[in-house]
C-alpha cells in the first residue's frame, strides 16, 4: 500500500500506484501532509500545522495523537525499534507506545533536522553538530566522524547502495555504510 500527501489531502493506493483514492477523513481541511510513516499495523501522517494524525490498519479514518506533543508543525516522523520520533519547529518529541502520547526527547541531542534508520543505528542530521549516530533507539548519541565541516547544517540524508549522502548547507557529503 502507497500513500500520498499533499496541500490539504492524502491519497492510497493499494495497485503499485496506478490508481488513488483519497483517504483523508479525519484529517483538518487546510492540513498540508509533510511526512508519512508506516510502522506494525498503522501508518502516522504529520502535518504543517495540526500536528499527528495515525489510521490503523483496515481503517478508512485519521484520529488526531497529539498527547504532550509541544509543536504541531511537524517536518518528519520516524521510527527506530518501538520509539517513534516527531520532529518539529520546537525540538524532538518521542512515543514508546505506538503516539499514544508524545514527550520531548530527552537524549540531550539539540537541533535534529533530520532522522534516517540504517539497519539498526539511527542517525541524526542537526542544525550545526552534523551527523549523529545512536545504536540503542535514540537514547543516547555518538558524532559520526563523517568529515563534514565544522558547524554543518545537515537537511537531509540518504542511503544509496553502501553509502550514506548527507544533503547539507555545504554541498553534499558521502560516506561509506559499511559496518553502521
Same mark, same amino acid.
Given at each position: ?10 491519497? @492510497? ?6 490508481? /488513488?483514492?483519497?483517504? @483523508? +477523513? ?15 499495523d498503522s501508518v502516522f501522517v504529520g502535518t504543517d500545522n495540526s500536528g499527528i494524525?495515525?489510521? @490503523?490498519?483496515? %481503517? ?6 497529539? +498527547? ?6 511537524? %517536518? ?11 520532529? #518539529? ?5 518521542? %512515543?514508546t507506545n505506538s503516539g499514544t502520547s508524545w514527550a520531548a526527547d530527552g537524549s ?10 540504517? @539497519? ?14 545512536? +545504536?540503542?533507539?535514540?537514547?543516547? /548519541?555518538? %558524532?559520526?566522524?563523517?568529515?563534514l565541516p565544522a558547524n554543518t547544517r545537515v537537511w537531509s540524508l540518504a542511503t544509496?547502495?553502501? +553509502? ?15 559496518? #553502521?
Open positions: 500500500t502507497l500513500f500520498a500527501g499533499t496541500a490539504g489531502d492524502i491519497y @492510497k493506493s493499494t495497485d503499485d500506484g496506478n490508481t /488513488w483514492s483519497e483517504v @483523508k +477523513s479525519g484529517i483538518p481541511t487546510g492540513a498540508t501532509i509533510t511526512t508519512i510513516l508506516g510502522n506494525g494524525f495515525v489510521a @490503523k490498519s483496515g %481503517s478508512a479514518a485519521w484520529s488526531a495523537t497529539n +498527547s504532550g506533543l509541544g509543536d504541531n508543525h511537524i %517536518s518528519q516522523l520516524a521510527a527506530a525499534g518501538t520509539r517513534l520520533f516527531a520532529v #518539529t519547529l520546537n525540538g524532538v518529541f518521542t %512515543s540531550g541531542l539539540k537541533d535534529i533536522n533530520r532522522y534516517l534508520l540504517v @539497519k539498526t543505528q539511527l542517525l541524526a542530521g542537526t542544525e550545526n553538530t552534523g551527523v549523529s549516530i545512536s +545504536s540503542d533507539s535514540g537514547l543516547s /548519541w555518538a %558524532s559520526l566522524g563523517t568529515g544509496s547502495g553502501d +553509502s550514506i549522502f548527507a544533503g547539507t548547507d555545504s554541498g553534499i557529503w558521502r560516506m561509506s555504510c559499511n559496518g #553502521t
